[in-house]
Each structure stands twice: as C-alpha cells, then as structure tokens.
C-alpha cells in the first residue's frame, strides 16, 4: 500500500518536471539598488529589476535583452491603480520568473539563443520606459522615470559583461515591443562599435487608427502618456523634429528613420488592438463588440468587415515603413498578442506558421543574415496553423496586465491538470 501510494507520487514528480522543460526555467530578480540615487526609479519609488540567465558555450558573448510588456497608465488614477503592482513596484514582483519562448534555455525549444545571456527587463514605469519628469508630487508619490530605468539596466548589465558583446539583440512584447521599437537605435549606441546588434517587435506596432465610433481615441490616449511622462524629449530625434511628439509613439511615425535592423513581428489581427484601440469598451456600452473580441469566430459579417479594414489599415502603415532589406516582417493572421514568450507560438510542434516558416527560425535565420524574412499572411481565416483562439486574454487597456503571469499560470494548471489525469488513469488501471 505505501509503495504503491510513493509509486504514484513519484509518477506525478517525473510528469511534472517533463512538462516543465516546455516552460523552460525560472529566473531569480535582480535589483538595480544603486540607481535610486539616479532616480531611475518605478512609479512608487522602488529599485528597477530584472531577471538574467547568463549565457553558456557559443552564446557566452551573445545577449538577448527583453522588455516586459504591461500596457501604459495615462493619468493619475491609472497610475496610481498600478503603482502598488507589478507594473508600478519592485516590490511587488515574482522574484522567480519562468523563462519560456524565446527566453527559454534548451535547444529544442528555442535553437537560435537558447544559450545566450538572456535578460528580461521588467516593466514598472507605464510609458515604455521613455518617462523623465524630475518632480515628484507629494501627495501621490508617483516617480515618472521609465527612461532612466532603461539607461540604468544597460549600464548594469554592459559592467556584467554586455560591454563585450558579440551579438544583442533588443526585444520586447506589446508595451516592451513599443519600446524596444522606440530605443532601437539608444541601445545600438550604448554598445561597442564592433557588436552585432538588431531590435525586435512583438506586437509593439500599435497603430494610429479611429475606433468604431469614429474617434481617435488611441492617438487620445497616446498623446496622454507621453504628456504626463515627459516623454517627448526621450523619443526619436528623427520623429519629433518633424511632428507633434505623441504621435511619435507611434511606429508607423518612427520606424521608417530607425538606422540598426529591426524586426516586426505582429499579427495582422492583433487581439489587443482590435479590443482596445478598434472596439473600445467605453464606445462600445451595450456590448455588442464583446463576444466578437473575446472569439474573432463569433464576428458578425458587418464586425468582421471592420476587423478586416483594420488589417488593411494596418497593413498600409506598415508597408510605408518597413520598405528596407535591413527590416524583417513576419505578420501572420492569428487573433493573438504576443508571440516570442508563449511557448507554443514561438516554437513547438503546433507552433504558427508563415510560408512553413515558424517564428523562430524566421527570426533567428534574419539575425544571423540567412534569410531576409519579409513575409505577410493572407486575410483571415485562411491560416490553419494559427490558434485556436486569443491566447492572450488578459490584456486590458485600463489595468495594463500583460501577458507574462497570464502565461506562466496557464501552462502551469495545464502542466498540473495532464498529470492528475495520468495519476488517475493509472489508478483506474490499477483497480
């Protein structure tokens, strides 16, 4: 009796760490304490953070850098509702953070830098780490100063060993894909002249588009951000020398004049930008986009016309910008946002494809010069390979929540859910 109970605890143990490896491993936190007397701070004042997984073998002198994503606070209010969270404190951060996707650190799952120095950023400033505004309101406490935070976390890891570099490679997803979007070329100077560095976005290409409704209310929200970070002056030069600041938020305005290599990696159909910039709840008070954004299966004809005008739209800003041998396109025609840390989108049996290309080889094939992947999918439904449904349907405009917990919680209860039913297939075949 008591063999056969350790028996089947020790199946659970072995089951549990095979699935596992699919998530990859957890990474501790390290705190930036020395840039408090910067100022580079979260919105409550706390330490910037970040987690890395140092490199091994070939990738010893290779680094990844990643921006969190979280979405942006554009007021008092919403900063304040995120100040006390994850995305406004380092206090509040899980000090282990798994790594998967693209930051994972086996072979199988990510064959282009599963050995380099891995490093993801955390995100706790609300405007894609472009904030600087020295005053600090008593009252509330808030600390605008995502831009020194960036400056702060190269400047730790360049004394860590980045400063000898052979390869870096900026990424990000969503709020992170803005920005490593928008520091493309600050990170390329922050680096020795002889390193081979290019940038890329996932699902950072948010574009300036009317909702539903007819008003801008993205470019609304955008010009907010930038207004209350103090932005303007951390944006690209080339941007708002020519044009109103906020809207230099924007890709479509930016990338075009972006000098290092970049990479856009988007959905046509990006489930966070058609919920949030498309069909805002707030244009939307009776619902009637709410099924359609939670399942694109479920659109109306006349939503689903507009679906697809928004992919035309989209579509169009970006063959403004990106027509450069230097820039990669990968734009499939999954309702999905985020693609690089989900480990079923980024590379595993299953994962997306475009012309029978996964994500990550197409990525990992333009980094290294193989293949100068430039490639846009056909209009929905006609990829069969995207998921099901929105991966992703914890992103919110209003709380900013990012896709990175949401993750790690759905592949741990799926990794708990199939070894419980092994255990109790076992135990049925016993009886």
Not at 125 to 153: C, K, M, Q, Y
Not at 376 to 381: K, N, R, V
Request: hydrophobic share 40%.
């Amino acid at each position: 009796m008591i063999y056969s109970r350790m028996s089947q605890w020790m199946n659970l143990l072995i089951c549990v760490l095979l699935l596992k490896k699919i998530e990859g491993l957890y990474v501790g936190i390290t705190y930036v304490r020395n840039a408090v007397a910067k100022g580079a701070v979260c919105l409550d004042g706390s330490p910037p953070a970040y987690h890395l997984d140092k490199g091994f073998g070939t990738g010893i002198n290779s680094w990844l850098v990643h921006f969190e994503g979280g979405g942006w606070c554009n007021n008092i209010t919403t900063c304040l509702a995120r100040k006390n969270t994850r995305l406004g404190s380092s206090k509040q951060m899980a000090t282990p953070l798994a790594f998967s996707g693209i930051m994972n650190n086996m072979r199988q799952y990510n064959p282009d830098f599963y050995n380099w120095n891995r490093v993801k950023i955390r995100y706790c400033d609300g405007a894609s780490f472009t904030g600087d505004v020295e005053a600090v309101n008593p009252a509330t406490n808030l600390h605008f100063r995502g831009a020194r935070i960036f400056l702060a976390v190269i400047e730790d890891l360049l004394a860590k060993g980045m400063k000898n570099a052979e390869n870096a490679l900026l990424s990000g997803c969503s709020a992170g894909g803005l920005a490593s979007i928008l520091h493309c070329d600050s990170f390329r100077a922050l680096l020795p002249m002889g390193t081979k560095v290019k940038c890329l976005s996932d699902a950072g290409y948010f574009i300036n588009v009317k909702d539903v409704s007819g008003a801008p209310h993205i470019q609304t929200y955008f010009n907010q951000v930038v207004s209350l970070h103090g932005s303007a002056k951390n944006l690209p030069l080339s941007c708002t020398s020519r044009l109103n600041p906020a809207l230099c938020f924007f890709p479509q305005y930016v990338v075009q004049q972006i000098k290092t290599p970049l990479f856009v990696l988007n959905a046509a159909y990006d489930s966070w930008q058609i919920k949030n910039t498309l069909a805002p709840s707030a244009v939307d008070p009776s619902g009637t986009w709410k099924a359609c954004k939670l399942d694109i299966n479920t659109c109306s004809p006349i939503q689903l016309k507009t679906v697809q005008d928004f992919r035309t739209k989209f579509l169009n800003t970006l063959y403004r910008s990106t027509n450069s041998s230097s820039k990669g396109v990968y734009i499939d025609s999954c309702y999905v946002h985020c693609q690089t840390e989900l480990q079923e989108t980024w590379f595993m049996t299953g994962s997306p494809e475009l012309g029978k290309t996964k994500i990550a080889k197409a990525i990992g094939d333009w980094f290294y010069d193989e293949n100068p992947f430039q490639k846009i999918d056909c209009p929905y439904p006609c990829n069969p390979t995207c998921p099901r449904s929105d991966l992703d349907k914890q992103h919110h405009l209003d709380t900013g929540l990012g896709n990175g917990i949401a993750a790690t919680v759905k592949l741990s209860l799926v990794t708990m859910v199939f070894c419980w039913l092994i255990m109790g297939m076992k135990i049925s075949f016993k009886n």
